[in-house]
């Protein structure tokens, strides 16, 4: 972690005198508070999404690959990655990335874990990405990804602070 | 061979069998012919049980005239959307909750067709999908989403179009297409 990123960290209070002297940095946890509740939101809907369509007990998920196979390149890497690996794994699969979403959205919504929840938001957007689902709006997720795992989001209006002072063992996790 | 390297090769060697013993039953899954055209279901043209033409995704429907009309056969591909466009989706997903979104534009190609199969042209255009009123309109043309039938702007009826599947389209371009089509398709496709 950066020196920037522990004083910011460590200076950063709601106090009406704080955010008078440093407007800009407010102007900036601000942000990044708004963007993680909205990343949080959009993972956390798409999670429940899908579980209200049936992607943990029927074989949708195959049906997605199916019909994505139909509009690939068949001599495309994604289409590859869908046949050799997505499709013959996809009940795993529709677990991970429903589970996966659902954990990843209330862990930046409540700001729980919040590095390890964005490791795993990156986790599945690669996935996404690589597996013929790539398209130019994962590019915002992937820079707030990063921007969530530099930066103790957690801290600003979540409980990574409080989990941190009760637990002070785990590190990086919570700081 | 230390204790390490042993386990780690124990596992690859698992996690090898564990992959790709699957992997022979999803390459039976496969259509047998890969240029027949894929069934697209009982929903409305470029819609899917998962909604309306993805961002990413590309598309090809070739538009027959009748008898009646002396006009060439037409090859429209719709391309995925633009940078901006795709990026815009996150707004979608969010403003959909407010106001449904009810149509877009996408970039498009149109290959015209002579009678013989030969292509003779291609041009970009831009192509308008519309939910609502269940229509796409492209090339001063439009097409009824529902039933496949293809106009023109003043609702003179052309003919009827089908979607086709993507390896049959590339096959169907490739074989009619002189090689100054071709070079364009490049083009038009980067």
């Known amino acids: 972690m950066t020196d920037e990123v522990i004083k910011t960290q460590k200076e950063f209070s709601w106090s009406g005198a704080w955010i008078k002297q440093n407007p800009l940095r407010f102007t900036g946890i601000i942000l990044n508070i708004l963007f993680r509740f909205l990343f949080g939101l959009f993972f956390l809907l798409a999670g429940v999404n899908k579980i209200i369509k049936g992607w943990l007990t029927t074989d949708l998920l195959e049906a997605v690959f199916l019909q994505r196979l139909t509009e690939l390149n068949p001599a495309s890497f994604a289409y590859s990655y869908l046949i050799e690996f997505a499709l013959p794994l996809y009940p795993l699969i529709s677990w991970i990335v429903t589970v996966g979403e659902v954990v990843v959205g209330l862990g930046l919504i409540l700001g729980i874990a919040t590095r390890l929840s964005s490791i795993g938001g990156f986790f599945i957007l690669f996935n996404l990405a690589i597996g013929g689902y790539y398209d130019a709006s994962l590019l915002p997720f992937f820079i707030l990804n990063i921007i969530f795992i530099i930066y103790p989001s957690g801290h600003w209006l979540g409980f990574d602070g409080l989990l941190k002072r009760r637990y002070p063992q785990h590190g990086w996790a919570l700081s | ?190």
């Open chain 2, 1 to 190: 061979m230390t204790c390490w390297t042993r386990t780690i090769t124990a596992w690859t060697f698992a996690a090898s069998l564990f992959l790709y013993s699957p992997a022979s039953i999803a390459v039976a899954q496969q259509p047998s012919d890969p240029l027949a055209t894929p069934d697209w279901g009982d929903y409305p043209l470029l819609m899917s049980q998962f909604g309306e033409l993805c961002t990413m995704c590309e598309a090809y429907v070739r538009c027959t005239p009748n008898a009646d009309q002396e006009i060439s056969s037409k090859l429209y591909y719709f391309k995925n959307k633009t940078f901006w466009g795709q990026v815009a989706t996150i707004w979608f997903y969010f403003a959909k909750w407010f106001a449904p979104i009810t149509n877009e534009g996408r970039p498009a190609a149109i290959y015209t067709f002579s009678p013989d199969s030969s292509a003779e042209s291609m041009m970009p255009a831009e192509a308008y999908l519309d939910v609502a009123e269940s229509k796409i309109e492209i090339g001063g043309t439009w097409i009824d989403r529902d039933t496949n039938t293809w106009f023109a702007l003043d609702n003179t009826t052309l003919g009827q179009c089908v979607r086709l599947g993507i390896p049959e389209s590339m096959k169907a371009i490739e074989d009619a297409a002189p090689w100054q089509i071709k070079a364009k398709m490049a083009d038009a496709t980067q």
